[in-house]
């Protein structure tokens, strides 16, 4: 083979070999961010992809809207907060997680994508019980972006085998568990009503929880207004309380940093929409 010939196939041996290791360094960086930023999301870290070990308990993840809502700046057809006298008076599902004892949690546990026809008989009850509270699209496990149920239920919902398999029993397991703990109804029935005047006692609010499902609840804040409640079940749907095994001096188990010691329960307020009208954006 003539000298110049077999340089250039070595140069390009080389360059084929640079450009392959280069895709497998992007690649490597890619993967890596990926999971950082899945650690950033949570007060807890999620857990890879698949391969995951089985869960030790449920977090049913509850949004109180009226808190939500207030901060809805654009509206859009997927925003339940746009739909004017229609919008959310209940606290409405966040998600059903699978979570771990050790505050970490999976994420993401199959390559299963979620199909909208696989629970069409059940669109209803999620539309008015489990909307989403934004115009944002998550995004799904497998890169895409994409509805919240089906965010949800990708991210989550893969991973609460044995209990729940497939999709239509992960969403109506989690509206089964939802109707039988009415949080709203227990709040209401002991004077926590939606108001934007009053404050509220947490530990009231965390009694009434306690006293009604024998249980403790998690509450989560947003500058000082109730934003989430969550309630932990065994896999057998007994309640447990969320944060078993960390105690505090002052006893506020239930507390998580974001509540004061006061905290209110926004009613709705509408975004200058009328009842059913909707303003379409894409924010
Ligand atoms: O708390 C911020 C986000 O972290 C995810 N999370 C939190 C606690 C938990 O036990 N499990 C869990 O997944 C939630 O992510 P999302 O489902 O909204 O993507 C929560 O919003």
């Keep these: 083979m003539p000298l110049k010939l077999n340089k250039f196939l070595i140069s ?15 690649l490597i960086i890619a993967a890596s961010l990926c ?50 006298a229609n919008s959310p008076t209940v606290f409405t599902i966040h998600g059903l997680w699978p979570d771990y004892n050790d505050g970490t949690w999976p994420a993401c546990c199959t390559q299963k994508s979620f199909d909208e ?36 239920w990708e991210k989550h919902g893969t991973c609460s085998s044995p209990v729940a398999r497939d999709e239509y029993s992960y969403f109506l397991t989690t509206l089964n568990v939802y109707f039988k703990y ?9 004077g926590y009503v939606p108001s934007n005047t009053e404050k509220y006692p ?24 109730l934003e989430e409640l969550h309630l932990c079940f065994y896999k057998d749907f007994k309640p447990r309380d969320c944060l078993i095994g960390s105690t505090s001096p002052n006893g506020r188990l239930y507390s998580s940093s974001s509540c004061p010691d006061y905290v209110s329960i926004p009613a709705y307020a509408s975004m200058g929409l009328g009842s059913g009208e909707t303003e379409i954006s894409s924010a």
């Excluded at 930023?37 to 030790?56: C, L, Y």
């Excluded at 989403?132 to 972006?145: A, D, E, F, T, V």
């Excluded at 929880?209 to 207004?225: D, E, H, S, V, Y």
């Design 117 to 152: 026809k696989e629970i069409s008989t059940l669109h209803d009850a999620l539309e008015k019980y489990w909307p989403s509270l934004s115009c944002g699209r998550p995004s799904s496990c497998h890169g895409g972006k994409g509805s919240f149920w089906g965010h949800e």
């Design 35 to 84: 999971l950082i930023e899945a650690n950033q999301t949570g007060i807890g870290i999620e857990i890879g992809s698949r391969g995951q070990r089985e869960f030790d308990y449920f977090n049913l993840a509850l949004q109180w809207p009226g808190t939500f809502c207030q901060h809805t700046r654009h509206c859009c057809s997927s925003n339940a907060c746009c739909r004017g």
């Design 12 to 26: 390009l041996k080389m360059a084929i070999f640079s450009a392959q290791f280069a895709s497998a360094v992007a």
């Design 202 to 225: 947490l530990g009231g609010i965390v009694s009434a929880i306690q006293n009604a499902f024998r249980t403790t609840p998690k509450l989560l804040c947003k500058k000082g207004a």
């Design 182 to 190: 009415n949080v709203t109804k227990v709040l209401n029935e002991a």
